[in-house]
């Protein structure tokens, strides 16, 4: 899941979104203070007659180094083929830094950083998708293994400056401590999450109109069950509904119901997190997927099936709506600049009340994607590589292309205005070094300003944001925050959320599926004291939670 989410911010990086506010990061020179936040200023270090700071690094401009005097080792999860990395080497140009990378599979990393830690031999930098808030607080704020960082940012770091002085990104980067631990990793993201998707040449097919409630819903999926909805011939092949595997989303569709929520059954009430997992308007919506799957609406494999059978049934043309990130994923159809034969489902209900969540506000903000060590000799050098990285067009060489030979600056265009050539026209041995995943290590953090867009002569067709425009007067106002939990609670905290988040999981399977009945009165008492034999109220109020909606 973690490496969809990593294809995920591609995209939407790509794609970019539009956040007001947020257009003027490329200026480098804004190095806004801002001393809310910060404890203790160290005295910037002398600078020597050669410019040299410890008589090592440049204090500002490029190179960092002198050609052979410095080298670092990141530890990271990275599923490149290759090990190799385009934009890497062209900052060892710029930089005259020596990065030694230690690459591992996402399945193991986690455990390998483990041990690493444990045994006191790990890497100067750590990163990826194997750190959490948990070792922040563990090996930061209580045992300084990893540094803190907003000195060293303020002093040498002027993109990465830019970057924390983005709205709402410096709290979010703050631990409890009110120091900063990571290097930043923000990129425009999207405000809706996993959504139905409608084959509309099946609509067609039927002769039926976009369903705008639960009951033409209903209707239609009937009609694609009941006839030859795909046009082969055979009027048995069909499959009404189904969901991404890894991302099924049945919850959301609480939304229609008038209970919009996140996969941990999270809801926002006037700007406050609630709980919604044992909510009236969950158990209605739990009904209603029970009825459609009573009457074979649903597909029979989808708490089962894993991604490949999923593809492979909507690659043969037999969904007519799946909950997906983009209709693509499953239907097979390669982006083009012409629409999809896909339609985003509205939301359902609205007329009565029918929301949907919203999933962020057009931004996100990663804290956990590196750290430096204190094995790390001048942290300082390292965290001015990464502010290099984070240079506009370094940012778009490891989120697109490398400038000057995948995008070029657009003559007479604003200071975004960068053109995108398609990568096919370039021979097949550059092709493979500026994919996507040779560009950069992907989990590691970097910077695209949000509401950059590449210029291109023929766009793909930008699915993402017509769901959005679409879904725009539907989403909630609020999204769910995720807060720092407690010190002291952090073990305990992460035991409960996993016994409950499954709990959750598993008891919707048998809800829908009808294993359990959900409109029995017992049933639903019996789900809802489970809940608190796992520490509910426990977990709940380690996260700052005190509204549970019945
Ligand atoms: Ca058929």
């Known amino acids: 899941m973690k490496k969809k989410l990593v294809a995920m911010l591609l995209i939407t990086a790509v794609c970019g979104t539009t956040l007001a506010g947020c257009g003027g990061s490329g200026d480098t020179s804004a190095n806004k203070k801002d001393s809310s936040d910060s404890t203790t200023t160290a005295a910037p270090k002398e600078v020597d007659a050669d410019g040299k700071v410890d008589g090592i690094m440049y204090a500002e401009g490029l190179p960092i180094v002198d050609e052979g005097t410095y080298s670092f080792s990141i530890f990271c999860d990275d599923s490149s083929a290759t090990g190799e990395f385009y ?18 599979a996402y399945e193991n990393a986690t455990e390998k950083l483990n041990l690493a830690l444990n045994s006191g031999s790990y ?14 607080l563990t090996y930061g704020v209580e045992q300084g293994v990893f540094i803190p960082l907003e000195d060293i940012f303020e002093q040498y770091c002027p993109n990465i400056s830019a970057i924390l002085d983005l709205p709402g990104v410096r709290e979010k980067m703050t631990a409890p401590d009110g120091h900063i631990y990571s290097i930043p990793y923000v990129c425009g993201d999207t405000t809706v999450n996993y959504t139905p998707y409608i084959n509309s040449k099946w609509l067609e ?36 509904f189904s969901t991404d595997p890894n991302n099924k989303s049945l919850e959301a569709m609480a939304g229609y119901f008038g209970m919009p929520m996140s996969k941990e059954a999270i809801t926002v009430v006037d700007g406050e997190n609630a709980y919604a997992g044992i909510s009236s308007q969950y158990r209605e919506c739990l009904s209603w997927l029970n009825k459609l799957y009573e009457q074979g609406l649903i597909d029979t494999e989808i ?3 894993d991604s490949a059978t999923w593809e492979g049934k909507g690659n043969r043309d037999m969904y007519g709506v799946s909950i997906a990130y983009g209709s693509n994923e499953f239907s097979g159809i390669e982006q083009t600049e012409e629409k999809p034969p896909y339609d985003p489902l509205p939301v359902l209900n609205a ?12 931004n996100s903000v990663y804290r956990t994607q590196a750290v430096i060590t204190d094995n790390a ?6 965290a001015r590589w990464f502010d290099n990285a984070f240079a506009f067009e370094n940012g778009i060489g490891c989120t697109v292309g490398p400038v000057g ?16 050539i398609d990568i096919k026209t370039l021979d097949a041995e550059t092709q493979e070094k500026v994919s996507w995943s040779n560009l950069w290590p992907q989990s590691l953090p970097k910077y695209t300003p949000i509401g950059w867009k590449p210029v291109e002569d023929k766009p793909l067709y930008d699915e993402k944001k017509a769901v959005e425009t679409f879904y725009e007067p539907y989403l909630t106002k609020d999204v769910v925050e995720s807060i720092w939990v407690d010190q002291d609670s952090v073990e305990i905290y992460s035991e409960y959320k996993t016994a409950i988040d499954d709990y959750f999981r598993q008891q919707q399977a048998l809800f829908i599926s009808g294993e359990q009945d959900v409109d029995d009165d017992a049933a639903w008492q019996a789900y809802k004291d489970g809940f608190e ?18």
């Open 533 to 550: 034999g796992l520490g509910l109220s426990k977990y709940l109020e380690i996260r700052g939670i005190t509204n549970i909606i019945e």
């Open 205 to 240: 097919n039927v002769n039926m109109e976009m369903p705008t409630t639960t009951d033409e819903f209903e209707e239609v999926l009937k009609a694609f069950k009941a006839q030859d909805a795909n046009g082969n011939g055979d009027p048995n092949d069909e499959i009404p």
């Open 87 to 104: 934009m890497l080497d062209e900052l060892k140009k710029q930089t005259n830094v020596d990065v030694e990378l230690q690459i591992n």
């Open 351 to 362: 007329d009565k009340g029918g929301k949907w969540l919203r999933a962020t506000l057009g």
């Open 405 to 420: 030979l995948v995008c070029f600056k657009e003559e007479g265009g604003d200071e975004y205005a960068y053109r995108r």
């Open 123 to 136: 890497a100067d930098v750590l990163g990826g998708w194997t750190l959490s808030d948990s070792m922040i």
């Open 377 to 382: 000799e001048h942290p300082e050098i390292i």
């Open 303 to 305: 708490f089962t099936q």
